[in-house]
């Protein structure tokens, strides 16, 4: 007679099944033994502290693997806090799969512990939603929001399995017809491409063109296409401009790198690998380059050059107390002083991100993780455990401004708890920007005694916070403190906080959008 078994374990075998072998989340009512069955079927379940930090880690596994990242929560409230995560992937179009308990089906509108339509919450933030509403829809369900999941334009995917299908049973036999039968009706999609003659079109133009410049980003990371993007500059002599999660694509160094002459500086449609692959081809029988005497190409080479012997001008002063560049440079040395693999380097905040991206250099591929399309704080610390999990051979190293790194602070026990490679650099300038930069005729009324809306307490012992779960923390306000706290953490390769003192007048509001504020 077959064994019998319930929801939980037919979801667990389905994702394990599928390809599944990382999962994310927060666990609890009604999802706790789902977490536990799928580990004891060899997926790796990370649990982390709140589900923003959690859907913000699969989403980021998404980029980096090319697999969709999963993140599992509790009904209610829980699936609401992972609506930023699976955002987050729908923004930046990064596959990802949010999975929540939901409540009893047969007491819906009856109040029901943490009950909420989730189906509709998700709508405007997932390209593909699926309730199991009995335990045998369970394998085709996990299998379509897998599959939606990466094709076409990736994002995210919602499946919803309310309480009483987690405990329904089916017995060994049926599952194990209902997962093969799901598994010979899969289809996968081929990478989509343009017509030959949009191809043919494009390529006339950049033959004709007189300042052609070749601009590539995230998109391209994703679809692997580092290979036939070096070919296509290569070919054509034309400079390039990575966006900031495009660098490392082509290696920050390379001579036809244009990220520093941004300002003097036919849309086509399709998977990046495949349209680059077009191109490339349609080249090779007329092949066409620039070459370094090209008045453009020499324009641009003069612009970079004059723009990166300014900004080393700049990064040689050793300022202290510190400002931004000074210790950024210091970052940055001690990064490329790693070689290769490169760690990937995780960043957000205001002037701290902004500064890292002119700052530091990436010289491989999908090395790079910051706010993204949405301009996300908070993506952090999630990022860095997605990037440590996806990436085990590879440093994590995590530039923070201190009010990004707030939003998730409490991860560091995570990484503590895992074991993951990760050092925490945290740019302590006092508060968002830099603390209160108020004029005298800002601090009236009843609360003017109160600390301004941008500051946070001066000092602030960051590093602590990590020691308190047994990792270390560093306190450093020179540039020898630094390089000290750098080298010993990058090779212990274990977490770690430098928590680095910045003068709080040191950075600009918003860093370069005070526009917008």
């Not at 990242?69 to 987050?88: D, E, I, K, R």
């Not at 998700?122 to 996990?142: E, M, R």
């Not at 993007?229 to 694509?249: A, C, D, H, N, S």
Request: one cysteine or more; hydrophobic letters at 40%; glycine letters at 10%.
């Amino acid at each position: 007679m077959s064994e019998c078994f319930d929801g939980n374990v037919l979801a667990a075998k389905s994702f394990a099944r599928f390809g599944v072998t990382h999962m994310f989340g927060v666990v609890g009512i009604p999802v706790t033994s789902l977490a536990n069955r799928a580990v004891q079927l060899g997926i790796r379940f990370i649990a982390c502290h709140n589900e923003q930090s959690a859907g913000y880690a699969a989403s980021a596994y998404g980029y980096l693997t090319g697999r969709p990242g999963l993140l599992l929560t509790v009904s209610g409230p829980g699936c609401v806090h992972g609506l930023a995560g699976l955002s987050n992937a729908m923004i930046n179009t990064w596959p990802m799969v949010m999975i929540s308990g939901s409540s009893d089906q047969k007491d819906a509108g009856r109040g029901d512990f943490q009950e909420l339509d989730q189906i509709e919450a998700v709508k405007p933030f997932s390209k593909f939603s699926v309730k199991a509403k009995n335990i045998k829809d369970i394998p085709n369900c996990v299998v379509r929001v897998l599959d939606h999941a990466v094709s076409g334009r990736p994002g995210g995917c919602y499946l919803d399995i309310p309480t009483d299908v987690l405990h329904q049973t089916i017995n060994e036999s049926e599952a194990e017809k209902l997962l093969t039968e799901v598994v010979k009706g899969r289809s996968f999609e081929e990478p989509k491409a343009p017509p030959s003659s949009e191809i043919e079109k494009a390529v006339r133009l950049l033959r004709n063109a007189e300042r052609p410049l070749i601009v590539f980003g995230k998109g391209a990371a994703y679809g692997r296409a580092e290979g036939e993007l070096r070919k296509f500059i290569e070919r054509t002599g034309i400079p390039f401009l990575p966006t900031p999660m495009g660098k490392g694509l082509v290696n920050d160094n390379h001579e036809l790198a244009a990220s520093a002459a941004r300002s003097l500086a036919i849309g086509l449609v399709g998977d990046a690998k495949k349209v680059l692959e077009m191109i490339n081809k349609e080249i090779e029988d007329d092949p066409f380059c620039l070459g370094k005497s090209h008045p453009w190409v020499e324009a641009t080479s003069k612009k970079v050059k004059d723009n990166m012997s300014k900004m080393e001008a700049q990064l040689a002063k050793d300022v202290v107390p510190f400002n931004f560049l000074t210790p950024m440079r210091i970052i940055r040395d001690a990064i490329l002083g790693l070689g290769s693999p490169a760690p990937v380097v995780v960043s957000e905040g205001a002037n701290t991100m902004d500064v890292g991206r002119s700052v530091l250099v990436q010289t491989e591929p999908r090395t790079r993780l910051d706010a993204g399309t949405w301009g996300t704080m908070g993506v952090g610390l999630g990022y860095c455990i997605a990037a440590a999990v996806a990436n085990p051979d590879r440093l994590v190293v995590a530039v923070e401004g201190d009010s990004g790194f707030g939003f998730s602070a409490m991860e560091v026990e995570t990484l503590v708890r895992y074991k993951l490679p990760v050092v925490v650099i945290v740019f302590n300038n006092g508060g968002v920007y830099g603390g209160d930069r108020r004029s005298p005729e800002e601090v009236t009324g009843p609360f003017e005694h109160d600390p301004a809306p941008t500051s946070f307490v001066p000092g602030a012992a960051y590093h602590t916070v990590m020691e308190a779960f047994g990792g270390k923390g560093y306190l450093v306000g020179t540039p020898d403190e630094l390089k000290s706290a750098l080298s010993e953490s990058f090779s212990a390769r274990k977490p770690a906080v430098i928590n680095v003192t910045i003068d709080p007048y040191a950075g600009a509001e918003s860093g370069r959008m005070q526009h917008k504020n």
